[in-house]
């Protein structure tokens, strides 16, 4: 079974930078891709960033050019770099496994506030 855990969130000041990771019970690499979405209160999750299997990137255009995603498939860990946050980053972060099957997984996220 695959299990994702998040950590590494936690508050800080707008224009600051934030490191979030994603632990990944299985190999990555055994994914389409690995996605981070957040989801702000009272709002609904919506796609931050996505590193595919072969290691081509997206984000969403809020983030581009702040946040980098990142992975090291030998120790199974996601990453998402944030710089320059901003009040309105502040979400409950969740790392996504795609599976090449249709089937998706998800951690239990990680809280990141940031105050202005």
């Known amino acids: 079974q695959v299990q994702l855990v998040e950590s590494g969130g936690g508050l800080v000041q707008a224009g600051g930078s934030l490191s979030v990771s994603c632990a990944a019970s299985g190999g990555i690499l055994g994914f389409s891709a690995m996605v981070w979405y957040r989801q702000a209160p009272g709002k609904g999750r919506e796609f931050v960033a996505r590193i595919y299997r072969g290691g081509t990137t997206s984000y969403v255009d809020a983030v581009k050019g702040r946040f980098t995603i990142s992975r090291d498939s030998t120790e199974n860990m996601v990453y998402l770099q944030m710089n320059s946050l901003k009040p309105e980053d502040t979400a409950v972060y969740y790392c996504?496994?795609?599976?090449?099957?249709?089937?998706?997984?998800w951690g239990q996220g990680t809280q990141v506030t940031v105050s202005s």
């Open positions: 996504k496994a795609e599976g090449f099957d249709g089937r998706s997984y």
